[in-house]
């Protein structure tokens, strides 16, 4: 049941990649629909109809900020996030990871790991995830229930290889479409095909590397057919780039995702980091989105996307943020201090961008991503990517509260365990200067409350 309050305070939002949007002593009202019905400087501006509802009054030191949208997870690697990050990529497949994902066929397996990562994500202040499953109909259709009883907004799709791929995990091309088709009827059954339901099916092609073209374009037909979301992997790497040329002489991830079909305004691709400027203009023309995954880029792929670059030669090309567990075993909040860090990178290494065609010297004087632009990112940016700019990722009225409550004060003062949290507050810093201290330094423990719709789910 969703929260029905009047909650007064300081809300902080940042609807565009520069502005921060700090609102303190405003009052925002809260309906047992999980939607924000009213937004105000003065109390005696509240409407009649929602005067008789509780106000909840935070402290100066509490702040209620937009849950942050995580575009990029692989859920059955969960149990090795933080460990296994030793050797490159396509070993690191083979040696750990598809047999991590293989386990996944036990449904028993499933019903323990997948809730333990949702509380994972809503303790870090995820309240939107886009989760790969495993290759199994069974276990990717638990992962999908367990998000429904953790309350989390979450985009799900089972994970599709039908070659270069182990053969106690590979899928043959028909019973990977078959199930993908199942799987996202169910959830159209379960949770409804529109914009609230709050678990989605997506389509999942793992990688081009791993799904011959007949299972790409049996997937393409699926995803328009049902006009749903489509996410997989591109442009990653030199060595993934490599292989793609080898099993398609002359052709690219993009170009591939897009004859099948894959490639639209409801596709999110992961990592891109060595997409040529040609292509990136498919994706901003097409309405496609890049998810830059700042942590598991710089460790596995030893590449970035150039987030500023991007920002002003496409600036309609859609640009998320995702954790890429477990290739990255940061949190979101880690990767979005990655995301600043990477930005510095750009600026001054020189990044290895032979055989794309973007600018070889991207050295930007003007740095752009700070602590506003990364949290921008995290939050209405990645709502744009999933067509939810006008529902989640910002506070405006007629939005669902999908919601973080920090707490900045939690140094002792008020009689709590000193050591719970992170970074020192002297008492004179401005809302903004706590927040920004919170993005940069601080930690899950001053995540105190979560919504998602307007039900508390931490
Ligand atoms: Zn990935």
Redesign the pocket.
């Known amino acids: 049941m969703s929260l029905e309050a009047i909650i007064h305070g300081t809300f902080i939002d940042a609807p565009t990649p520069q502005s921060l949007r700090v609102r303190e002593n405003i009052f925002v009202v809260v309906t047992k629909t999980g939607a924000i019905r009213q937004i105000c400087t003065d109390e005696s501006h509240i409407r009649e109809e929602f005067r008789s509802l509780d106000i909840i009054r935070l402290k100066k030191t509490q702040v209620i900020v937009p849950g942050l949208v995580d575009l990029?997870i692989?859920a059955p690697q969960f149990k090795q996030l933080g460990t296994k990050t030793d050797i490159p990529l396509m070993e690191w497949l083979q040696k750990y990871t598809f047999p991590a994902e293989s386990a996944f066929s036990s449904p028993t397996h499933a019903s323990t790991i997948y809730p333990k990562l949702l509380s994972h994500l809503l303790k870090t202040g995820t309240t939107t995830a886009v989760l790969?499953g495993s290759n199994h109909l069974s276990a990717t259709k638990i992962l999908a229930e367990s998000c429904h009883n953790a309350g989390i907004r979450a985009f799900v799709g089972k994970t599709c290889a039908d070659m270069l791929t182990p053969e106690y995990y590979v899928e043959t091309t028909e019973g990977s479409l078959k199930d993908t088709e199942e799987f996202v009827k169910w959830c159209y059954e379960k949770w409804g095909s529109g914009r609230e339901g709050r678990v989605r099916p997506v389509v999942t092609p793992r990688f081009i590397p791993t799904c011959s073209k007949e299972l790409l374009r049996g997937l393409g037909g699926i995803a328009q057919k049902y006009d749903c979301f489509v996410q997989s992997?591109a442009a990653e790497s030199v060595d993934e780039e490599a292989l793609v040329e080898s099993q398609h002489p002359g052709q690219r991830d993009v170009e591939i995702y897009r004859e099948s079909g894959l490639l639209g305004n409801k596709t999110i691709l992961?990592h891109c980091c060595r997409l040529k400027n040609s292509e990136a203009g498919v994706m901003q023309k097409v309405g496609a989105t890049v998810v830059s995954c700042p942590w598991s880029n710089i460790l596995f792929a030893r590449a970035t996307v150039p987030i500023p670059y991007y920002n002003s030669t496409f600036p309609n090309l859609k640009i998320g943020l995702g954790t890429?567990i477990a290739?990255g075993f940061g949190t979101m909040l880690d990767n979005m201090r990655t995301a600043i860090l990477q930005d510095r990178i750009d600026s001054f290494a020189t990044v290895n961008r032979s055989n794309t065609s973007t600018d070889p010297n991207i050295k930007k004087e003007n740095w752009t991503v700070d602590f506003k632009y990364a949290f921008h990112l995290a939050t209405a940016s990645g709502a744009k990517a999933l067509g939810m700019e006008d529902m989640i990722g910002k506070f405006e009225e007629g939005m669902r509260f999908d919601a973080l409550q920090l707490d900045l004060g939690l140094d002792g003062e008020d009689g709590e365990d000193e050591r719970a949290m992170r970074f020192t507050r002297f008492g004179d810093e401005s809302a903004e200067e706590l927040f920004e201290k919170w993005v940069t330094t601080g930690d899950d423990r001053n995540v105190v409350r979560v919504w998602v719709d307007g039900v508390g789910v931490l």
Request: net charge negative; proline share 0%.
């Open positions: 990029h692989h790969y992997h992961a890429d290739g």
